[in-house]
């Protein structure tokens, strides 16, 4: 299969060799979890358990919560100890909302979710069961994985790329689960494709890992339309845009995604993950990480489940051998540094790291020479070293139009800077600031829409009280009206009474006069 060329990229020693001998070990599960509700990209999950229930191995104990999110799984039974803030696996520690699980040592399963024959259940309930078993990208993106499984509804897509590059150094947990769990790993390609809907599938692996591109071309031996194929081992190869630029020749447009071009990228421990869904029912309660660095005693391989402390998974691998300079999740070139030791482990952490002084390359920084050295490695085709200047103005509108939001945060340009300037933590910064007058911008919007909505209520409650007055004067009028015809009309009876009252005095008035025309005869008589 033929390759292409991407630009940029840097060559950082890769330090595999720490762990990439370790076979996957198990770690017992500790007497206390810490699971977050947000362990993805999107909302987090809603709790459905509170302090003293008991949960069971596989139960959903916070359910997903609109369409781009993950329900959370309890990787174990026990009882809830708690539900609330604890500290965040994020470098600024701040707490986080977490269900905290006291272990009860019998992981005692709950009810399982039935086995799906993937020859047999439809696209869509397979990428329904991969939203009910809460599994996200476990490469480090932790986008929920159904949500890219359903891009067959909206894209043309025709091809899957499973990504086993593995690019950062350290990390070998990738390379572990091709050699070790390949047939699961293809048999979660096969369903994965399905979902989507292709026909074609592509697992890229970097050159540096041979026993795991023989291993997985072995496993894909008789599974038509799998693809086995070594990629150069170049960081970043792992990203999503350049290994698909590197296995089909096409460029994903700025502001797209591959799926524009009819591709969905997963990584390979997700496939692992699906076909435990799909296959035995199984929920993503665990997951395999590498543990390395200079400082840690015994580098491994572990699967460890969701919530385990980072200081718990440290001391099963010996403890460090001397005070990290830095500790880390994920990579070193892309992970975060770990503020607090007791952070648990989330579904998208594929390393610790506790590092040196001498690894993390820790030096201070200097004036720019201009080297251009940065811009020669950066996968993007961006210019970092003007980027870094506009956004240390704050000039962040400036920073976006020549590409800030176009910047992996791969750390390439960092890595190669003479002058050791921090550029990646200046886009990282930039990009936060991108995010906070986004959402200053929501709020005020939302205030405005608010007062807006607000102005309209009030007319209209305005409007509906000058009605019911109106209503009210013309009823009041109209009863008025009424009233005044009626005793109109009474007074009218009356009259009518009188007049015919009258007529009767009109006809007495000639008797009367006649009867005193009588007296006066009678007094006349009377005077004769
Ligand atoms: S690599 Fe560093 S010193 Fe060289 S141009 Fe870029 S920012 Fe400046
Ligand atoms: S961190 Fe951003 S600017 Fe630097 S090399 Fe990577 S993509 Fe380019």
Known sequence: MKLFKIRGGVHPEGRKRLSAHKEIEVLPVPDLLHIPFRQHVGEPAEPVVQRGDRVLKGQVIAKAKGPVSAPVHAPTSGRVLAVGAFTAPHPSGLPARTIHILTDGKDEWGERMPTLDPDTASPAELAQRVADAGIVGMGGAAFPSSVKLNLGERYKLHTLVINGAECEPYLTCDDRVMRERSDQAIDGCRIMAKALGVEKVIIAIETNKPEAIETMTEAARDVADITVIGVPTRYPMGSEKHLVQTLTGKETPSGCLTADIGVVVHNVATACAVNEAVRRGKPLISRVVTVSGGAIAKPRNIQVPIGVSIESVLEYCGGTTEKPARLMMGG???????????????????????????????????????????????????????????????????????????????????????????LVQYFNYGKGRIKAIAAEKRKQEETKRLAEARIVRLEEQMRAKKAMLAKRKAEAEARAKAKAEAEAAAAGNDNTEAAAAGNDNTEAAPKAEAKTASNDNEKEEVQA
């Open 332 to 422: 070193p070139m892309m992970g975060q540094p770990v503020a607090d030791p007791r952070s648990p482990m989330v579904k998208g952490c594929n390393g610790i790291l506790a590092l040196t002084l001498e690894e993390t390359r820790q030096r201070p920084a200097s004036a720019c020479i201009r080297c251009g050295s940065c811009v020669q490695v950066c996968p993007c085709g961006l210019v970092p070293l003007d980027m870094a200047a506009r956004i240390r103005n704050e000039e962040i509108d400036s920073a976006v139009e020549i590409g800030l939001t176009e910047c992996l945060s791969c750390g390439s340009c960092n890595y190669v800077c003479p002058a050791h300037l921090p």
